[in-house]
Every structure is written in structure tokens, then in C-alpha cells.
């Protein structure tokens, strides 16, 4: 084998994206993983503009590394794109190779770790103080009261950070076929033994099988009920679930999910936290079940959308890429 072709074949096969532009961004060449961040064959991206596969105003790094967001064809996906100028021998400027690393999985982990560091350093920190501010007045009827409120939180706080750790577990494992449907009935039924006070219907097809991870679908589906229905300000809160599925090729189907309450609302602060994906010292939410539905999304390559519910209630949508689906 040519130098050449070995040097050919080692860029072919690799994991991370390679494209090469003239100097007008014009795409000359590039690798199976590029042409994946398309949902155009191979063929047709040559000589286009590379703003086809970045969609982006913003177009490429010229002499740094950054991290850019590409809606690929199975979600948004996070890149950290690297770029290195090709010059004649006079130093005039050929064009320039763009390397794309695709950096999700490992931006969501350092996401989380911030967050849970963020929970357990403020929210159990002062729940603690309260509990033991109050523990010698245990006496006082009222003082019982904030001790068993406190420790509730505590352990609700506990069991959802045993939660993410199932979540970043089996997001590792390979997915297999699974009947959405079925999960979404079932989370439904676990609602109305928890919550007999609480109306929930399910709009979904009699079966839904697509190929995706069971456990994180059960955990979103939860994620997502428990927060209508726990924050409910109802005293008899409605509850209402659809599935709704559209096949996009023979390889891949999207699926939403979407949740609907009657309560007050997700407050608009805590909808920027989670689509902004970041938290600071001084805003933060209050608890772990939105940022952990995010977290399973992105995990599941797919998006998240908050929307207000006439007269009153919120609306939260989760859209996702499947494998094939088999419906009847």
C-alpha cells in the first residue's frame, strides 16, 4: 500500500470528523464521519460551502479550537472543532482542514458533576443546618413538623442523585427494542397507585417498538410526571401524556413525548437554567428532576421544549431519534 492510500485509509477511518476547504470554505474532501453530520450522501457535499454541514452563521474557526453545537441527523450534537490554514510555498493561504470531535458525551458528565457538586454543597448543606438548628426542640409539635419536611427533601435529594447514578450507568449500555407505548402506560399506572387524587391519561398508538434504552425512557417518563404532578398546586392535578411517532428514513424514527399539567408553571428563570445548560452560585434550580429529563435527552440525541398551557399549566416536549418502529 502507497503512502498515500495508508494515509488515506487512517483519515477514512476515523472516529473523529475531517473535512478539507479551499479558502473560500468550499468543501474539497472528507471522511465517512463528516459526511454523517449531513443528511446528504457523500458525493453531493463536494463543492458546497461548508456552512451545509455547520448551519451556522458563525462559519469555521480560523486559527483556534472552539466548541460548536451541529444539528446532525440524529439531534444536536457538541463538537470541539480544531482548524490548521494549508499554504503554498509563498505562504498564500490553499485552504485549511477542519477537524470536528464530538465532544457530548464528555460536556453532559462534566455537566452533571457540576450540578451534583452545586446539590450536595447548597441544597443538602442547608436542609442539614435546619435539621439541626431544630434537633433539641423536637418537642414542639411545629419544630417536628419542619424536621420530617426537611428530612423529606433530604431524601428525595438522596434518591434522585441514585437516579442519575442509574441513568449514567445505563446510558453506557446498547439499546434494544422497546415498546414506548407499554413504558408510558406503565409510568402512568405507578402515578395513579402513588397519586389517587391525580387524573392521568395517556394518548399514545396501541404499540410503539423502537430500538433505544428502556431504563432511560422509564426515568424520563417519570422525570417528567413527577414534576407536573408533585408541583402541582391542584388539589386534584391533571395529568396528560402523549407519544406521538414520524418516521424520518428506513434506519431512524422520531418520537415525541410530550407532558402536560394544570399547575402553575415552570417558572421561566428555571427554563433558562436547564436550555442554557449552565448554573451559577448565585441562580440556581431548585432541584434535580429537570436537569436529569435533560440529561436523558441529550443522551438520546434529542431535544427539550418548555411551552405554557392555556389557562394554566406548562407543556413539556421531548423529541427524540429511534430505530426503526413497528407499529400496529
Known sequence: MSERAYRDQVVEELDEAVLMLDKSDVILDLNAAAAALSSRPAEELLGQSVQTIFDDSRGVPKSRVERI???TPDGPRQFEVSTSEISDRDDELLGRTVLLRDVTERETR???????TRVLRHNLRNDLDTVLAYAEEVENPTTRDRLKSNAKRLGETASKAR????????????PSTVDISDIVRSVADRFRDEYPDCTVTVEAPEQLSVVSHRQLLDRLVTEL??????????????????VRARTVDTERVRIGIAVADDGPGIPEWEREIIQQEQESALKHGTGLGLWLVNWITTTLNGDLAF?????????????I???PERTR
Open 110 to 116: 462534566e455537566q452533571q458533576l457540576e450540578v451534583l
Open 225 to 242: 410526571g413527577e414534576n407536573a404532578i408533585q408541583h402541582n398546586d391542584q388539589s386534584a392535578p391533571t395529568v396528560d401524556i402523549s
Open 163 to 174: 437516579a442519575i447514578e442509574d441513568v449514567l450507568s445505563n446510558s453506557a449500555e446498547s
Open 69 to 71: 453545537e451541529i444539528r
Open 307 to 319: 411551552d405554557s398551557r392555556e389557562p394554566t399549566g406548562s407543556v413539556v416536549t421531548v423529541s
Open 321 to 323: 431519534h429511534a430505530g
